[in-house]
């Protein structure tokens, strides 16, 4: 029986799915909540019936409303004490969100608190919190239109929901959980704006939420919503803060938090103090406009609120550092609107604060001083330090790099100064390392000399950190050549030790690309690192940094010597993985068994290097890709089924093509029809991405247009089999990597592609294409079919014949690609994928604007016109403003503004 309940369990969950999605689960759950067998039907039905209000509303006939909300509405009185929370939670969301869409139930606040206010206050509570929540969700249907109505609505009442709130905590102002739900009731009407800011000086519920706050020792919970209730209150007053008595007022209150802060971190209360925190830092928040404002337009002058930037300090100087943390968006803010107006008088103003805060990042910084060996990557402590490290890079030029840079070098020169303190300056003086100017001679040449005669003895995170800064200082280096043997010299020796390895190599890799025209007489021994590159503790990572920095040093040197240089560095992968094909190994992924460890190696090799190559010259690493690419290909048909492993190779063939640029097309045949055999057994969708770069490279050579074409007739067929069978939500990245190749072909070689027996079955999948939802896939898409319409309305003479093609397509598919834009639009993407469709509209409007105007004209009329939706005026207004629009930018504004109609 044991072995029969898991697929008799999941029969069951597969059974109760498909039942709340019929239409008899509204009958079936308010049966089930009337019967009360057990919690667990009971939760059943509550859930459901919240699904099917919440998603298929529109099943109900409005007749069948009222019934519905007074069937509701009688499970909530039977509510009692034992009742489970998770369904008092869910009736009370069914009932909010019914409320929401039937719009015949005229005011369901006064109805609600009429019904509830003497009888059920804990769950009249529940109900007048999750209505204003449930206005603002994302999974709520509503329309711009209603949400509006119900925004309108939820103010013209918060005076009966505030006067009732203020009676409730009169009522039951000893009772701690009472409390708590009226705070949160409360804060759900501030965070939609239904609570007017005029109303808050003397708001009872919001003083008693203050006293909380006031008050070091209250119960946690209490605390917690406290805090969230005048953040919210602050988020509303940045965008309101237009009344200067409600600013000073809740300035003050908020201010007058600071002596409890202090006593919640005496008593060490880690909880409470990262509530204060967040309150200052909401407060800095809401005024920092206001801050930086003021002090622009009056000379200097301090506004009142600045004192606020000094209590998030305050914060900042707490002695733990998820603390500070909290503060960071504000000093980003603060970096942003202060680089935006670059003021050096009004940027001077803040330089104590910034002075003072990357002390405090500093110190925050430091290890423990028993702290053996290097921090764990994957340590919170450790991903702490990297966003300090983005933070100085942000805000450093407030103070200045050099100023930062001296300031905490000149912190650690006393004998006496401990590790940890100086691992920690070493790590802020490497966030800004690579702003120290060329001509810095004071302190830059000092910093070297140190790091370089640092003693093995150091402890081996100082040394770490010295290593990272020593490659930070790449740029300072170049200019200072004399550096770059004992440097180098230092991080040789720092590559065989396990713990510096990789920090040496990423350091290597900095010193190798910033100062390759110094490099070369360094090549022979960089090339034996190369060769013994295994032999020291590497990640893979660090392996790819090393080598991208020789590729770097060997795309300077001169033409003659490329070639011997290449082949040297590009044996080792090659051998390793001529041997892997030649012997039935296990892929241990990761390990040198692994054939991605090589071809990522071998991309670095070919990405890295830049060459100036002159026309008529032969690219000197030509004969380098043609001895390697036998075992390029043997690896394509080992390890074809390996999906990982064909993608890393496609990526590696990619960065070899696109260094070989037309002088590679001798290998464009082998490698096409290799490509379509494998793609024709596995469809793997990298080898339509690697068939796009072939069309961009060799398009411009006749002797490869055949072969293009035939290669694309052969991917094409099993591609659209592919979809046809599985549907393209499926395979998105399939969809992605088709439509990148067809705008290669339309870009390259249009009239070949255009005269092409498959387009209409590529327009007809990229009309599906529309409704993908899929961000890539569906931005390839209309991609195409942008570039597609504007090739389209070309009077250049040489595309007339493909513009008189696609002219054709388009008045055969145009009403019905609108059609599925629209309605894509509306029911299917995301809002951030709204701009690529409007580019896509744009381009047909170019095309032919009164064409193009009648089929919208035709696909809007049946689109649904009702108040949850769009209303007739609002779709005539959007038909004749997108008609109109005559930028891209336009026409994505209406579009948004439209859609936002129907959400």
Same mark, same amino acid.
């Given at each position: ?60 006939p ?8 007074? !069937?509701?509405?009688?499970h ?18 069914a ?22 206010a003497s ?22 249907r ?42 949160k009731?409360?804060? !759900? ?9 005029? @109303? ?18 209250a119960?946690?919970?209490l ?14 007053l ?14 003050t209150?908020?201010m ?16 409470? !103090? ?19 404002n003021?002090?622009?337009i ?13 209590l ?8 733990d550092?998820?603390?500070?943390e ?5 000093w ?28 405090a ?23 702490f ?9 942000d ?9 930062c ?10 004998? @006496? ?14 966030a ?12 830059a ?7 370089? #005669? ?43 030790n ?5 920090m ?5 890799? #900095? ?44 795309g ?14 590009c ?16 892929v ?27 026309f ?10 043609? @001895? ?6 043997a ?38 029809k ?42 094409i067929?099993p ?31 249009p ?30 898409a ?29 008045m055969?598919?145009g009403?019905?690609?609108?059609s ?41 009329r049946?689109l ?21 629009a ?10 948004r ?7």
């Amino acid at each position: 029986m044991h072995q029969h309940q898991p697929p008799d369990r999941d029969t069951a969950s597969l059974w109760l799915g498909q039942l709340q999605k019929s239409i008899h689960s509204w009958s079936i759950s308010d049966q089930l909540l009337q019967q009360k067998h057990d919690m667990e039907s009971c939760y059943f039905a509550a859930q459901t019936m919240r699904s099917k209000i919440q998603h298929s509303f529109y099943e109900l006939p409005a007749e069948s409303h009222p019934s519905l909300r007074d !069937s509701l509405l009688e499970h909530i009185v039977g509510i009692t004490q034992s009742t489970n929370p998770a369904i008092i939670t869910q009736l009370c969301l069914a009932l909010a969100d019914l409320a929401l869409q039937m719009n015949s139930w005229n005011n369901p606040i006064e109805d609600l608190i009429k019904k509830f206010a003497s009888n059920n206050v804990w769950v009249l509570l529940e109900i007048i919190t999750v209505i204003p929540e449930e206005v603002t969700s994302s999974s709520m249907r509503l329309g711009e239109n209603r949400r509006d109505e119900l925004k309108q609505y939820l103010l013209c009442n918060s005076v009966i929901v505030s006067e009732f709130l203020k009676q409730t905590l009169t009522n039951g102002s000893q009772n701690g959980q009472v409390s708590i739900k009226i705070i949160k009731c409360l804060t !759900s009407w501030i965070l939609i704006k239904a609570i007017s800011l005029s @109303d808050i000086t003397d708001n009872v519920v919001l003083n008693h939420t203050f006293q909380i706050l006031g008050d070091h020792t209250a119960c946690p919970d209490l605390h917690d919503v406290a805090t969230e209730c005048i953040c919210a209150l602050l988020q509303c007053l940045e965008e309101n803060n237009n009344n200067e008595s409600i600013e000073q007022v809740v300035f003050t209150s908020v201010m007058l938090l600071e002596k409890s802060y202090h006593l919640a971190v005496a008593v060490e209360d880690q909880e409470k !103090s990262i509530n204060y925190s967040r309150i200052f830092t909401e407060l800095g928040e809401s005024f920092l406009i206001k801050i930086i404002n003021h002090s622009s337009i009056n000379n200097g002058e301090s506004h009142f609120a600045i004192k606020a930037l000094d209590l998030v300090l305050v914060c900042v100087g707490h002695h733990d550092y998820e603390i500070a943390e909290i503060s960071f968006n504000l000093w980003y803010r603060l970096s942003e609107e202060l680089y935006r107006k670059d003021a050096e008088p009004l940027t001077n103003i803040f330089k104590p604060h910034i002075e003072r805060l990357v002390s405090a990042l500093c110190r925050h910084c430091q290890m423990e001083p028993d702290h053996q060996g290097l921090l764990n990557k994957d340590d919170e402590f450790y991903d702490f330090r990297q966003k300090v490290s983005e933070l100085t890079k942000d805000v450093v030029f407030i103070i200045g790099s050099s100023h930062c840079f001296k300031q905490f070098f000149f912190s650690i020169q006393s004998p @006496d100064v401990t590790w940890e303190r100086t691992e920690a300056a070493l790590y802020i003086m490497q966030a800004v390392a690579k702003n120290i100017l060329p001509e810095e001679y004071d302190v830059a040449p000092k910093v070297v000399e140190a790091i370089l #005669g640092m003693p093995e003895s150091a402890h081996i995170a100082v040394r770490h950190t010295s290593t990272l800064l020593l490659g930070e200082l790449c740029e300072w280096i170049e200019k200072h050549p004399e550096c770059i043997p004992a440097t180098l010299e230092y991080l040789l020796h720092a590559l065989q030790n396990v713990s510096l390895a990789s920090m040496a190599a990423h350091a290597l890799q #900095g010193i190798c690309s910033a100062c390759r025209s110094h490099m070369h007489i360094h090549l022979t021994g960089l090339l034996q690192i190369v060769r013994s590159l295994d032999s020291f503790c590497l990640s893979t990572s660090a392996a790819i940094d090393l080598l991208r920095g020789v590729s770097a040093i060997i795309g300077y040197l001169p033409h003659e010597q490329i070639t011997t240089v290449m082949q040297e560095a590009c044996a080792v992968q090659i051998t390793a993985l001529a041997t892997l094909n030649s012997h039935n190994v296990t892929v241990n992924k990761g390990s040198m068994s692994d054939p991605t460890i090589w071809l990522d190696r071998l991309a670095a090799l070919f990405r890295y290097c830049k060459l100036n190559i002159e026309f008529g010259q032969t690219h000197p690493c030509l004969a380098v890709l043609i @001895d390697i690419w036998p075992v390029l290909s043997a690896t394509m048909d080992k390890y074809s089924g390996d999906l990982r492993i064909m993608e890393r190779l496609c990526r590696c063939l990619r960065f070899a093509i696109r260094f070989l640029g037309k002088h590679g097309a001798l290998l464009f045949d082998p490698l096409a029809k290799q490509m379509v055999i494998i793609y024709l057994a596995h469809r793997h969708s990298c080898f339509l991405y690697l068939a796009s770069i072939l069309v961009d490279e060799f398009a411009e050579d006749q002797n490869c247009t055949k072969g293009l074409m035939e290669m694309l007739q052969a991917l094409i067929i099993p591609t659209f089999q592919l979809l046809q069978c599985s549907g393209l939500s499926q395979h998105p990245d399939t969809v992605d990597d088709l439509f990148r190749l067809c705008v290669r072909f339309l870009q390259r070689i249009p009239l070949h592609f255009l005269q092409s027996t498959a387009l209409d079955a590529i327009i007809q999948c990229a009309l599906m294409a529309c409704s993908l939802d899929h961000r890539d896939a569906n931005s390839s898409a209309m991609k195409f079919l942008s570039d597609f319409i504007h090739m389209g309305r070309s009077s250049h003479a040489e595309v007339q014949q493909c513009a008189a093609l696609i002219g054709a397509k388009l008045m055969q598919h145009g009403e019905l690609l609108i059609s599925n834009l629209v309605q894509s639009s509306i029911f299917c993407l995301h809002a951030y994928m709204l701009h690529d469709v409007a580019t896509v509209l744009f381009e047909l409007l170019k095309w032919n604007r009164s064409i193009i105007n009648s089929w919208l004209e035709s696909v809007l009329r049946v689109l649904p016109q009702k108040s949850a939706c769009a209303t007739p005026i609002q779709i005539m207004h959007f038909h004749k403003t997108l008609s109109e629009a005559d930028t891209e930018k336009h026409v994505h504004e209406v579009l948004r503004e439209f859609v936002r109609l129907y959400h």
